[in-house]
C-alpha cells in the first residue's frame, strides 16, 4: 500500500524536473503575436468584404477613385511568412532569381539576362502595415515611372546587411513608390562585387528599368524543394526564403528579429527556434563525420548531429537526403526547441526534387 | 497587476503544475506556453481579477483536459538514446505498477484532482471551481483515483480530518 506522503513526495520529486522558465517568455510573446494577428486578419477580412460591397453598390464612386489615379487601399489581408506578392512582370524580360518573406517585409533579387551581371537588381516590399517611413524616399527627385508617381534618390543609406557580402552600409541609387495596395516598393542594384574598390557610374536608366518590371501580384504561396507539414505549437514560421542558388529553402521557425530588417540578413537571429535549409546535393552538402545513422525520416536516409550546424547554442541537427536535396534542420536555440521537435518537422515535411522546379510544392503546406 | 509582474512571480509555479500535471517536460512548457500566450491577448480582464493566478492556472487545467482529449501526438523517438532534457520523467516500462507508473496512468480529470488537492493545497470547494464541477463530483474523482493508487485508507481518513 502507498500512503499520501508518498504521493507528497512524488509531487515534489515531479515538480522538481519542471522545464526552465528561460525562454518561455518569448514563445509567450510570439503566441499573443499570432493570435492577435488572425484576429486582424479576421477583422480585415470583415472589412474587405465591407468595402466590396460598397465598391459594387456605389459604382460611380469606384469609378471616380480611378479617374484619379489609383488610391491607397485601406484595407490589407493579412499576409502571411510563406506568402509572397512582390514579383516581375512575366513580359518584361527579367525574373525572379531568389525571394524571401518575412511578416511584414518581402524582398526579391531579380536578374535580366540581357542586362549587366556586375549588379542583382533588388526590389524591397514594406507591407503598410511594417510602418515604413517614405520621407528620406520623398527628399529625392519626384518621377514618373510607368504613369505612377515615384522617387528617385540618388544615395539611398542601404545597411551592410542589406547586401550580401558587403559589410558596410552603401549609398546607392534606388527608386521607390507606393503601389495602389499602400505597399511601399524600393528598387536599386546590389553590386556583385566589391563597391568601393571598383566603383561603376550609376546607370539610372537601367535601374528605372528594372524598377518598372517589378509588380505586386495577387498573394500566392512561396515554393520550394521542401514543404513542412504541421509545426509544433509556439513555432510557427517567421521568415521563408527560395531561390535557385545554392541554398534553395531557407524557414526560420520561432523567434522575432529585431529590427525588423534584419530578416534580410536571410538568416537565423535571436529568438529563432529552428532553422531548416535545403541545398542541392553537392561537395557542400558532406554529412559531418561526426554524425550519426538515424532511422529514415518520412523513408529518406537521414542522420543527426548534438552540435547544431552553425551555432554552438543548439540542440542538434538532423540531416536528410531526399531527391538530390540535402535538408538540415536545426534545433537553433536549445531552450526554444528540441531534437523531438526538429524530427517531428522533418517527419511531417515532404521533399521534392531540388534540380527540378517543377516539382516544387509551397514552403508551408496550407 | 502587470503581465510581466505576474510572470515574473508565478511563472516557475505555473510550470510546475503543468509537469504534475502532464507528466512531460515539453508538454508542460507547451502548456503554459500556449495558455499565457491567450493570457496575454486578454491581459487587460485577467490582470484585473482579484486572483490572476487562480484564474490562469484553471486555464492551464482546462487545457491539459482538452489536450489530453484531442492530442495525442504519436512522437518517433531519435536512435540517439539520450539526449538532454528528453529523458523521460515517467518511465513506463519499470515503474508500471508502482505509485509514480499508477499515477501517470489515471484520467487526466483525477490526476488534475490529486494534483490541485495534494500539490497545490486547494480545498475541494475550491477545487470544484477551478474544474467547474460540483464539489461532490470533485469528491468521486479523488476518492477513485485514491483507490486506484492504492493510498492506505488510514492515511486519507486521517487528512479528512484535517481537512
Redo the contacts between chains.
Sequence with gaps: ????????R??DE??S???D?VG??A??????T???RRRRAAVATCAAVLVAAVAVAVPVITQRHRADGPAPATVQIERGPHQVTLGVDGQSGYAVTSQASYENLQRILFRNATESKRFIASAIAYDPSSGFDPSLLRRGERIDLSGHEAWYVGNYPFGGYMMEGHRNSLDIPAVGWRDPTGTWILVFEMPNFDYREDPEDPDRARLLRDAQAVRIEAMHEMTAPISLGPL???IPPVSTASSDRRTQATVLLGGKPSPLDAAWAWGPTKGTAVMIEARPDGPNTKIPAKA????PVAGYPAW?T?ETSGTALG??S?WVRAHGCTITFSAWD?DLA????V??IA?ATTYADCDNTATWGPIIRP | MRFEEF?AAR??AL??Y???LS?D??Q???L???V???A??KWGRIGGLEEPYAYVRRMVTNEFLSWRRRRR?P??????AS????EP??PDHEDRDD??GM?ARLPGQQRAV??LR??EDLSDDEIATALGCRVGTVRGYASRALAT????LA??AN?EANR
Design positions: 500500500m502507498n500512503t499520501l506522503d508518498d504521493l507528497r512524488i509531487f515531479d515538480a524536473a519542471a522545464p522558465p518561455v517568455m514563445a509567450v510573446e510570439q503566441g499573443a499570432r493570435i492577435r509544433p505549437t509556439g550519426t545513422r538515424v532511422a543527426f548534438k540542440n542538434g538532423l536549445r528540441t531534437a523531438k521537435q524530427r517531428e517527419e | 510572470t511563472l516557475p510550470l510546475r503543468a509537469m504534475l507528466g517536460r515539453e508542460a512548457r507547451d503554459v506556453q500556449d499565457l500566450a491567450r496575454l491577448v501526438v512522437t518517433v523517438p531519435l536512435e540517439e539526449i538532454p532534457g528528453l520523467v515517467v505509485l509514480r499515477l490529486l494534483v495534494y500539490y493508487l492504492r493510498i492506505e492515511t486519507i487528512e
